[in-house]
């Protein structure tokens, strides 16, 4: 999830958390929650017994409560019912064949411009548009998701997890007995629930190793899906290609550009042993052309989109609006380009500006939340609390339990004069064990406010 930058702060920060106020906190938020570790599992793929920090009911969990934030803020699934179907559909034929069939497996394509894919433990996966535009066929799209459904097949983020409550209780819990229950079970303290683990954490650390198993197990749900296994290579070859071109584009999947031509030298390699026979199947291009075609048809926009974003990313802020100003005048109604407009002008302080793109990108996309929370800020910042209010109380429906939006109604309440209400909604924000400069925020207001001392 994407952190509020600073500017969205309705004043400036003063103070910082000391380790008494951050031990206040744990005491406060009452999160010394112990957590079953599930000791050892039994690897769905190599059958082995591996160390495991989630089982599968915490793996599904977490992905129902993470990924509809993530996919928000990767400005939510295109409004193509005809795309996500086709990548459902591709994505159904592959994860069916796998260890795992009994997971809630889900695709979409999502408004993302960057080049990336990713799934959650529970196997709900995000391809953004900007891959799509990359890629030549369904084989090599199949490939993709058959690489992703490898991550969930293979429980990486659970033994990710489970290295990282290790790693926890060695750094912070040092002399804590770990007691042992009647079940044999260890149950290891800790100080942040797994909730707080963060989606992007999850998403971006898988080793190399992990890497590489993803990729041979998506060989393996390519060529049982009916595709041609020269599928993953053309992909691979696709993305060394672009990490050459456009390293700044590509982000997780492919992020350590070393690995890019090993993987595309192993796909080739093990397609030529292991698949040789399966090399002859046609090619499905003209499939995914037609799937496509209405996102091809608004290629300018996206790539004016990606150029205004690594402009915004060096802090050039006038010249990534007049990229997205290009991206509009091709596309006027993308829900995207509106956004990102909005937040090119939200980060020059003008929030006036923004607001029509907003309004346009709320009823272009009434369901998608990124919209919605922007207009909220967007009036903080105007000083006007009451509808500031107002859009994060909508935001919270259409995406509850985003604990940033306790942080801003508390905002909202504080600048309305309600600083009774504030300083609730502030602890509640604490109390979900966020952390970083709004945390730092909300504490310094309650010691102001006597709330805390
Ligand atoms: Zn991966």
């Avoid at 509850?400 to 905002?411: H, K, Y």
Wanted: with cysteine; glycine share 8%; proline share 5%.
């Amino acid at each position: 999830m994407s952190r509020p930058a600073s500017f969205h702060l309705p004043r400036s920060l003063e103070g910082s958390l000391s380790r008494r106020d951050f031990l206040w906190l744990m005491g406060v938020a009452g999160s010394a929650v112990l957590l079953p570790l599930s000791g050892c599992a039994i690897d769905p793929v190599t059958g082995q017994k591996t160390l495991v920090g989630m089982s599968e009911e915490q793996e599904k969990s977490l992905d129902k409560r993470q990924s509809p934030n993530q996919f928000s803020s990767d400005l939510g699934a295109v409004q193509d019912a005809g795309l996500n179907r086709y990548v459902q559909e591709v994505g159904t034929t592959l994860w069916s064949k796998s260890q795992r069939p009994q997971m809630p497996y889900s695709a979409r394509v999502l408004n993302a411009n960057y080049v990336n894919a990713y799934t959650f433990p529970g196997g709900s996966m995000g391809v953004t548009r900007g891959i799509m535009l990359e890629m030549n066929n369904e084989d090599e799209l199949a490939a993709l998701l058959g690489h992703e459904i490898g991550h969930v097949n293979a429980r990486h983020s659970a033994e990710r997890a489970g290295r990282e409550l290790l790693a926890n209780v060695a750094l912070t819990a040092a002399g804590v007995a770990i007691a042992s229950s009647e079940n044999g079970r260890q149950y290891l303290p800790l100080l942040q629930p797994l909730s707080q683990i963060g989606a992007s954490a999850l998403l971006a650390k898988y080793s190399r190793d992990n890497e590489r198993e993803a990729d041979s197990l998506g060989l393996d749900y390519l060529v049982a899906g009916g595709y041609n296994p020269d599928g993953m290579a053309g992909l691979m070859n696709m993305l060394r290609s672009e990490s050459r071109q456009k390293p700044g584009l590509l982000e997780t999947m492919f992020a350590s550009h070393p690995m890019s031509e090993e993987r595309y030298q192993t796909a080739r390699l093990t397609a030529e042993q292991k698949y040789a026979g399966q090399r002859g199947r046609p090619t499905r291009r003209e499939r995914y052309l037609d799937n496509t075609a209405g996102l091809r048809r608004i290629q300018p926009t996206v790539e004016s989109c990606q150029k205004g974003e690594a402009l915004m990313a060096k802090k050039q802020l006038p010249q990534a609006e007049d990229q997205f100003g290009l991206a509009l005048r091709h596309t006027h109604d993308d829900y995207a380009a509106n956004v990102l407009m909005a937040k090119a002008l939200m980060a020059q302080k003008k929030n006036r500006e923004a607001d029509p793109y907003l309004a346009a990108a709320k009823s272009i996309y009434p369901g998608e939340a990124q919209a919605v929370h922007l207009s909220g800020l967007a009036k903080l910042a105007l000083r006007q609390p009451e509808a500031a209010l107002a859009e994060f109380v909508a935001y919270d429906k259409l995406l509850p339990g985003n604990p940033s939006t306790l942080f801003f109604v508390g905002a909202a309440n504080e600048n309305m004069g309600n600083k009774r209400e504030a300083a609730n909604y502030y602890s509640r924000y604490l109390q979900s064990g966020a952390q970083g400069s709004e945390a730092q925020f909300a504490v310094t207001r309650l010691r102001d406010w006597k709330v805390i001392k």
